[in-house]
């Protein structure tokens, strides 16, 4: 779905239940449906990990099954390691269909990964430098940016959301409920409600640089929702409720298996956590590595496995299935499992939630990994209106987020979980649950 709207999909969509502007006693009974859909998918989260698996097995061969029934075929989406990870356990349950990646966005390590694993190459509509000049920065959240970019692009169609972004006060349409989600919360409001100035008689700031919603529409939505169209097919996703947001919404309403008017797709690993996934990543490493000749063929099926003369480029086996951003998967005293660098990966210009994030953070480990991808995306990536480069540190230093200075302590995560791990892991967890779940706090 194209985000030109206000709302992502945690606000309204075909996935999810009642719109923010709807009526309180239908908002007040949707939100208690939820509660119950919540513990129920709490009991699934809290399964011992193998039960899990075959439980997830059976929703997996479930949605292959009625695919196939309704005439549908079935891919992977790939794109970081939970992805990865699905797509070869599909392939170890007896499921062998093939996987798509916009692999051109993603870190060099994960397009190594890519390439040896045999995924069909899908190319963004936009490069990531156009999407910055053009449609503005992804920053703070996928709802945040839309509201600001909607507010950056005012029209007569749009004053009555308008208004309400600034003042929470709806129309006709909402109802004409006070104090909505619609409002921007107080601590960007401040930073980016300045284009109502003089319409709402209020003396906020704004920027001087563009934000956006609609990166992930040109560079990785619209390119696979085609690719799937064209073939017919649906997807398999590596989403977990235990990330949160919209995901967790969309996941706990209607579970693993979805079959909509217009989105089909399936989520095998929705009751996962994040222990969960990395044990399952080690067992796929090790089946990768056992079945080594499976992905061999998969690769020189593939363009990208000759040369521009046609000559055939000889297969290079993985060390490991797990990207180099990532580290390695080790394992803490209490059983847990962790990476030892990035947690997460995905586009190296996305700054969703990145002033929630602690030093080093991804721009950090970016300058680590690619210094001079970090000087042009920091400084040098878009250009103003009288002609000076200017990049993500003009967009950081506007909110608030350290990016020149290297962060002071540069302690690997192996220390950083052995000082009170457990303490502080609970303590963030719960930090982000909160911000995440809060209606009215800033995002």
């Known amino acids: 779905m194209h985000q030109y709207t206000v709302f992502d999909e945690g606000d309204y969509d075909e996935e999810l239940g009642a719109p923010v502007e709807a009526p309180e006693e ?133 004053k009555t959301v308008r208004h309400a972004i600034i003042t929470g006060e709806c129309g006709e349409q909402g109802h004409f409920a006070k104090n909505s989600r619609m409002k921007l919360p107080d601590k960007w409001l401040k930073l980016f409600g300045g284009y109502e100035n003089e319409n709402e008689n209020v003396n906020y700031q704004k920027p001087d640089f563009k934000v956006s919603n609609e990166c992930c529409y040109w560079l990785k939505e619209k390119p696979c929702d085609d690719w799937a169209r064209d073939h017919n097919s649906a997807p398999y996703l590596g989403m977990m409720a235990s990330e949160g947001g919209q995901r967790e919404e969309a996941l706990v309403e209607h579970g693993c298996n979805y079959y909509g008017a217009t989105v089909i797709r399936s ?91 602690k030093r080093p953070h991804r721009f950090d480990l970016l300058r680590e990994d690619n210094p001079k991808e970090w000087e042009f995306y920091m400084r040098n990536c878009c250009t103003d209106e009288n002609g000076q480069k200017f990049g993500w540190g003009k967009v950081l230093n506007y909110i608030g987020v350290e990016w020149e200075n290297e962060p002071e302590i540069q302690i690997t995560l192996d220390q950083w979980l052995q000082d009170e791990a457990a303490d502080r892991l609970t303590a963030y967890k719960e930090k982000i649950e909160a911000l995440a779940e809060s209606e009215d706090g800033d995002e």
């Open 26 to 158: 239908v908002q007040n009974a949707w939100r208690e449906a939820k509660k119950t859909m919540k513990r129920t998918f709490a009991r699934l989260q809290e399964m011992d990990y193998e039960d899990k698996i075959k439980r997830q097995t059976e929703v997996a061969w479930e949605f292959f099954n009625t695919c196939a029934e309704i005439g549908k075929n079935c891919h992977v989406s790939v794109g970081g390691l939970d992805s990865i990870t699905l797509f070869i356990w599909l392939q170890s349950i007896g499921i062998d269909v093939p996987g798509i990646t916009v692999s051109g966005i993603e870190d060099k390590g994960n397009q190594r990964v890519h390439k040896a694993l045999g995924l069909e190459m899908v190319h963004s509509y936009k490069s990531k430098v156009r999407v910055l000049q053009e449609c503005g920065f992804p920053v703070i959240s996928k709802r945040i940016a839309g509201k600001i970019n909607l507010l950056q692009n005012p029209t007569e169609n749009n």
């Open 267 to 357: 989520a095998p690993f929705a009751p996962f956590m994040r222990n969960d996934i990395l044990r399952l990543a080690l067992e796929m490493d090790k089946y990768y590595h056992e079945h080594i000749d499976i992905f061999a063929a998969k690769y020189y099926k593939q363009p990208y496995s000759k040369d521009a003369n046609g000559i055939p480029i000889p297969y290079e086996p993985l060390e490991t299935i797990v990207p180099t951003a990532y580290g390695e998967i080790k394992q803490h005293e209490n059983g847990d499992y962790y990476t030892t660098r990035a947690q997460r990966t995905g586009c190296s210009m996305c700054g969703f939630g990145i002033h929630m994030e």
